[in-house]
């Protein structure tokens, strides 16, 4: 067999496992960029269009259709979503970022307005926007629309905007699914408690709220399980056409069991079934009521003396008090007075104050936003940069709370240190780890932080083009690191040696005098 199609097979070989490990990357991103932020935004609808018709049936009656169709309320947060995320890895500067991020969303909710309200007006008509300030400033009976939507659209935008600080992961997956099962649950007994009802619809979006949240947990837990495999060396998982129906068809029949119990189960059966708890609530109520009294008696059998003490020392003074003040007589003043001459406010300043009201409203519109929005990129500053795992144990457990005791017996530090201690660490591992670390911060301070979705080598090469000429050291040091951080075996004494020369030819390249010098790593503080 010649050494040309050997050559050829190694090639095609080559070619075909990286065109395979590219697609595993592609559709790893697709799921987790795409498919993840999509389900979660439908998940935050679902409850959130329940409440928004609840308050249309109870706040505005008269409007018989609904305000916002559902989907559209899960593009907004999607819309927030993706346009936070642009903008986190976009050059703008934080102010530019935050002022773009707002009028965006202003510009939106108003759009959605117009389309909802004002649609058969050209939006570049201003007289819908009087039209709709009027409508804000003008309502008695019931309240408008748009002042129902607005606040459902603020909120829809604004959690969007927050879940773009970083990829979202199963704890927040997990946390927007408690919440919104209990936004579901309460807006039910609200429901129920009226006269009017659930909304029509309701049901539907219950059961898109529990599909969307199951597959989003699912999909978290995919991408958690292909990350902890990631970093112990395990074969990768990746998402096939296997996986996807074993979890689709436990979805769909969680939800036919769902659907088949709810029709089984009516409220009064529920009633029926909890009515023993009655007694127990009782007996709850007397022992409470008991304790409320002998605390009462406590309480009283202190003050008495003392209310009693009070009284006679009120009484003493009273008998050496003055004539009693002579009151004027409001009736006879009133009778003087003739109809119609009460004090009024003038027609103008009664026209001013709803429009006053108004801009109060918008103030307090833009105040929420730039809260919003300061939490936006304090959260990208302040990411964590490592990352590691723990076992829980009662060990490990006695040890945290006895470090928790001397934390609070010991005065609060100032600044909280953002890397992890290296105290107990082997020499050249944390020789190798403390010369990273002085890395990570003056690329911190020259403006170029650890992202928290980078690994040490996508980082190591996003500071290559960003410093020229420093390729090499920054080679050497990051393997150093990846070995040092989570390879079994230690790296010898001349790795770690190599790894701080490269750090010290960094530092002398490219951080500027003056803007913070290392220490040696057997002098650091750890």
């Given at each position: 067999m010649s050494a040309e199609p050997t050559f050829r097979l190694g090639l095609c070989t080559i070619m075909s496992e990286n065109a395979r490990n590219g697609m595993t990357w592609l559709r790893s991103n697709w799921l987790k960029d795409i498919v993840l932020p999509l389900l979660l935004a439908t998940l935050r609808a679902c409850w959130l269009w329940t409440w928004l018709e609840i308050?249309?049936?109870?706040?505005?009656?008269?409007?018989?259709?609904?305000?916002?169709?559902?989907?559209?309320?899960?593009?907004?947060?999607?819309?927030?979503?993706?346009?936070?995320?642009?903008?986190?890895?976009?050059?703008?500067?934080?102010?530019?970022?935050?002022?773009?991020?707002?009028?965006?969303?202003?510009?939106?909710?108003?759009?959605?307005?117009?389309?909802r309200f004002y649609s058969d007006e050209a939006p570049w008509n201003l007289q819908w926007l009087r039209a709709l300030g009027v409508s804000l400033v003008s309502w008695e009976s019931e309240l408008p629309g748009p002042l129902i939507l607005v606040p459902f659209l603020i909120y829809s935008?604004?959690?969007?905007?927050?879940?773009?600080?970083?990829?979202?992961?199963?704890?927040?997956?997990?946390?927007?699914?408690?919440?919104?099962?209990?936004?579901?649950?309460?807006?039910?007994?609200?429901?129920?408690?009226?006269?009017?009802?659930?909304?029509?619809?309701?049901?539907?979006?219950?059961?898109?709220?529990?599909?969307?949240?199951?597959?989003?947990?699912?999909?978290?837990?995919l991408e958690s399980t292909r990350s902890m495999a990631t970093r112990r060396g395990d074969d990768q998982l990746t998402f096939n056409r296997y996986w996807f129906i074993s979890v689709a068809s436990i979805i769909i029949a969680l939800l036919i069991i769902g659907f088949v119990l709810s029709a089984l189960i009516t409220p009064q059966a529920v009633a029926q079934m909890l009515q023993w708890t009655s007694i127990i609530l009782d007996v709850l109520g007397l022992i409470l009521y008991y304790l409320f009294l002998i605390f009462a008696f406590i309480v009283f059998l202190?003050?008495?003396?003392?209310?009693?003490?009070?009284?006679?020392?009120?009484?003493?003074?009273?008998?050496?008090?003055?004539?009693?003040?002579?009151?004027?007589?409001?009736?006879?003043?009133?009778?003087?007075?003739?109809?119609?001459?009460?004090?009024?406010?003038?027609?103008?300043?009664?026209?001013?104050?709803?429009?006053?009201?108004?801009?109060?409203?918008?103030?307090?519109?833009?105040?929420?936003?730039?809260?919003?929005?300061?939490?936006?990129?304090?959260?990208?500053?302040?990411?964590?940069?490592?990352?590691?795992?723990?076992?829980?144990?009662?060990?490990?457990?006695?040890?945290?709370?006895?470090?928790?005791?001397?934390?609070?017996?010991?005065?609060?530090?100032r600044f909280a240190n953002p890397f992890f201690s290296l105290d107990g660490e082997q020499e050249a591992r944390r020789i190798i780890r403390a010369a990273y670390q002085d890395l990570l911060a003056a690329a911190r301070r020259l403006g170029q932080p650890h992202r928290r979705d980078q690994t040490p080598t996508e980082y190591g090469n996003a500071l290559k083009q960003t410093w020229p000429g420093?390729?090499?050291?920054?080679?050497?040091?990051?393997?150093?690191?990846?070995?040092?951080?989570?390879?079994?075996?230690?790296?010898?004494?001349?790795?770690?040696?190599?790894?701080?020369?490269?750090?010290?030819?960094?530092?002398?390249?490219?951080?500027?005098?003056?803007?913070?010098?290392?220490?040696?790593?057997?002098k650091r503080k750890t």
């Open positions: 308050a249309r049936s109870g706040l505005a009656p008269s409007v018989t259709t609904q305000l916002l169709p559902l989907p559209v309320l899960a593009l907004v947060s999607l819309a927030g979503l993706f346009t936070a995320r642009r903008l986190l890895s976009s050059s703008l500067n934080l102010r530019a970022a935050r002022l773009l991020e707002a009028a965006l969303g202003m510009v939106v909710i108003t759009l959605l307005i117009w389309w935008w604004l959690r969007g905007v927050l879940d773009g600080r970083a990829h979202l992961y199963r704890d927040d997956v997990w946390n927007a699914f408690a919440v919104g099962f209990v936004a579901l649950a309460v807006a039910g007994v609200v429901a129920l408690s009226g006269q009017r009802g659930l909304p029509p619809g309701t049901y539907l979006a219950a059961f898109l709220f529990f599909g969307s949240g199951l597959a989003a947990i699912a999909l978290a837990s202190v003050l008495g003396p003392l209310i009693t003490l009070m009284r006679r020392l009120l009484a003493g003074s009273a008998s050496e008090a003055a004539q009693p003040i002579q009151m004027p007589d409001f009736q006879k003043q009133l009778e003087g007075l003739e109809k119609g001459n009460a004090a009024v406010l003038p027609s103008a300043i009664s026209r001013l104050l709803p429009w006053l009201g108004l801009a109060v409203v918008i103030f307090v519109i833009g105040l929420i936003f730039a809260i919003a929005l300061r939490r936006l990129y304090a959260g990208k500053e302040e990411e964590i940069i490592e990352t590691r795992e723990s076992i829980l144990s009662a060990s490990l457990l006695m040890e945290q709370l006895g470090g928790l005791r001397q934390r609070l017996r010991r005065s609060r530090p420093e390729e090499s050291p920054l080679t050497t040091l990051t393997a150093a690191y990846l070995k040092a951080r989570y390879a079994a075996q230690p790296p010898s004494s001349d790795e770690a040696q190599a790894a701080w020369q490269a750090w010290e030819k960094v530092r002398a390249s490219v951080i500027p005098p003056g803007n913070g010098k290392a220490k040696p790593a057997n």
